[in-house]
């Protein structure tokens, strides 16, 4: 399961799962989890970039994804090593800022005519 988040309100943007689930607030929940998290840090003056949980269930990692988003990516199999998801979250997040900048430029490019 892959859900990318907005970076300053960790709103749900877009996500992908292969079973679907039967708590249709599911992402209210998780986003709500992630901000009250991420509330918790900025109190403590710490910073939040990345994190894992992990147990004999599942593995759950968020990320910086591009300048605007965060990644979270949710594995059932817990025995998934962690660099081989973080290396295809970065592998795919080189494109996605890729795409992220050319739909910039096309916008700038449209405001300017």
């Not at 679907?20 to 939040?48: G, M, P, T, W, Y």
């Amino acid at each position: 399961e892959v859900l990318l988040f907005e970076k300053a309100t960790f709103l749900v943007i877009s996500h992908a799962e292969r079973h679907q689930h039967r708590d249709v607030h599911r992402f209210e929940k998780i986003s709500n989890i992630i901000k009250q998290f991420k509330l918790s840090c900025s109190k403590l003056a710490a910073h939040f970039d990345a994190m894992e949980v992990r147990n004999s269930n599942f593995a759950a990692f968020i990320d910086v994804f591009t300048p605007n988003t965060y990644i979270m990516v949710i594995s059932s199999d817990s025995q998934i090593p962690s660099e081989a998801i973080l290396i295809n979250v970065r592998n795919a997040r080189k494109h996605f800022e890729r795409l992220e900048k050319d739909s910039h430029q096309a916008r700038s490019l449209a405001f300017n005519r």
